[in-house]
């Protein structure tokens, strides 16, 4: 607890966008006043382009709304059941997608901001926070997105003590360990160095001959890239790590000699043929479910991305939890930085959410404001609250922010990067379904389908369970 007691101290919430204008309502649905404290229209980012609150900076889509199949689409339900503005609005102002939740940007944008405005516990300032919150404010909660302004984003890292917190921000694809074809590829780390917490085989492998490895070079040059955007060229690149076509334009022989080099190594599956280049892949998760292609960062369109990266061996019906990408971000290195409840360890006062936690997507920012304002409320009501239990999306998403990514073995690049929720971050089922309803074997396809369904179903009762076990208890304080 932070010694905030007072009931009638108001929650600080910087950033009204989709996790701070879900913080807010949720902290102010709880009986607690707020301040939301929003720059925009005084200062805009590069990409907000109104002044309205919870604005889409891009796509208008909230991904799949199917809750048994899909894990945003469970997301999406789990915030519904906690009473989500931001899936009420959404709801509100959908628009024909298919099974997506497709939203009119503007009206849902309205919306959120009409609902803000006229809660009576809501004050809204329209002004930059530009340092750090003043130390009179006890219970604050930080949501200034990807692209927070300078001065807070300096006085942050400052704080933490990190070398970065902004950069160009190049993220490599993820993959589900389950969807690797393990008869081709194999786990051995290079020259099966232990490391400090390794086991010698940490790494999986996949194995290329010259012909494979020619063609992949030849398709990552002429794979089809995103452009930059112009306010991207002044933010450098994170630890200098290129994106891998750009490695390959340098030369045939690049990759052979940087992630792809193909030494101390041996196919258990061909022992006297060496592979002529090898890529390898990483545990992503605690629960080793994911595994993220090493160096593999990338520019190429997520169209180009399945097809090239498909054509490794092993990666042929490849998963992929996340694909790579580039561009600004600001986000913490969460698994060190914040406690399970998103307070910074340096400063308890400070509660962050959305995707400087190092979630990724409209939704999860919104999600993730969501428990910061639940957490903020009883902070302020001077109440407890559990976390949600890890088989829901909101603890498995908060479990992969708040500690269950691993940090590289080797020396590298900081490895925590933002991430969409799937079901790879929730934890394995105790008994995966074998048979159908009517007592038949389920057969390929069937068998990963029946494992999400029954994932969200657990995830579905255990949260019902959750909310009146904990939060019914506070509406009745
Ligand atoms: C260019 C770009 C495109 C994206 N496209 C998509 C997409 O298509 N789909 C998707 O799901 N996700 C997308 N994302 C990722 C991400 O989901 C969104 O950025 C999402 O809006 C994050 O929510 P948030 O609440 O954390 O931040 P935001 O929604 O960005 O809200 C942060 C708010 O804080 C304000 N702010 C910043 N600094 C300060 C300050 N110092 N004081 C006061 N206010 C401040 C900003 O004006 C903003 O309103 C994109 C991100 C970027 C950068």
């Known amino acids: ?193 232990v490391g400090p917490g390794g086991t010698g085989a940490d790494y999986i492998n996949c194995p290329m001959t010259k012909e494979q490895y020619d063609g992949f070079v030849a398709a990552l040059v002429s794979g089809e890239k995103t452009d930059f955007k112009e306010w991207e060229t002044n933010t450098p690149y994170f630890d200098g790590c290129l994106p891998i076509e750009v490695m390959a334009e340098r030369g045939p022989e690049t990759l052979r000699h940087g992630p792809m ?57 490849a998963e992929f939890a996340r694909l790579g990408g580039l561009h600004r971000n600001t986000f913490l290195n969460s698994p060190k930085l914040l406690d399970v409840q998103l307070r910074l360890r340096a400063d308890l006062r400070l509660r962050f959410a959305g995707q400087m936690t190092g979630c990724e997507g409209y939704v999860e920012s919104a999600s993730v404001g969501l428990m910061a304002g639940l957490y903020a409320a009883a902070d302020a009501r001077a109440m407890a609250l559990t976390p949600p239990p890890a088989t829901t999306a909101l603890g498995s998403l908060l479990g992969h922010i708040t500690g269950g990514h691993i940090e590289t073995i080797d020396a590298g690049p900081r490895s925590f990067q933002p991430m969409n929720i799937n079901f790879g971050l929730f934890p394995p089922l105790a008994s995966p379904p074998t048979k159908k309803p009517d007592g038949t074997r389920l057969r390929g396809n069937e068998k990963t389908v029946a494992k999400k369904q029954a994932i969200s179903a657990r995830a579905l009762a255990d949260l019902d369970r959750w909310i009146v076990d904990s939060l019914r208890v506070q509406a009745a304080a």
């Not at 503007?106 to 919150?133: C, M, N, W, Y």
């Not at 041996?266 to 990483?282: C, E, F, G, S």
């Open 1 to 193: 607890m932070t010694g905030i007691k007072s009931p009638s101290e108001p929650v600080h919430i910087v950033g009204a966008g989709l996790a701070g204008s879900e913080a807010a309502w949720q902290v102010a649905q709880a009986g607690v006043p707020v301040v939301l404290h929003e720059m925009r229209p005084v200062r805009m980012t590069e990409a907000h382009r109104t002044e309205g609150l919870a604005e889409l900076v891009c796509s208008n889509s909230f991904r799949s709304d199917d809750a048994t199949n899909n894990a945003v689409g469970l997301l999406h339900a789990e915030m519904r059941r906690l009473s989500s503005l931001i899936m009420r609005c959404a709801d509100a102002n959908q628009v024909p997608a298919g099974g997506a939740l497709a939203v009119d940007r503007d009206g849902f944008s309205a919306a959120v901001t009409k609902a803000l405005q006229d809660h009576p516990l809501i004050d809204i300032s329209r002004a930059e926070i530009a340092g750090l919150p003043p130390a009179d404010w006890r219970n604050v909660i930080v949501a200034t997105g990807p692209l927070t302004s300078a001065p807070l984003a300096d006085a942050i890292r400052k704080l933490t003590d990190e070398n970065a917190l902004a950069f160009f921000d190049a993220i490599a694809p993820i993959v589900h360990k389950d969807s690797i074809d393990m008869s081709v590829a194999w786990f051995q780390s290079r020259y099966d160095k």
């Open 261 to 317: 080099k193909p030494v101390g190594l041996t196919n258990p599956h061909d022992p006297t043929v060496k592979a002529y280049a090898i890529v390898q892949l990483r545990q992503d998760n605690n629960l080793g479910t994911l595994y993220n292609i090493v160096g593999f960062q990338t520019k190429l369109k997520h169209g180009a991305q399945q097809r090239v990266f498909r054509s490794i061996p092993g990666l042929e019906n």
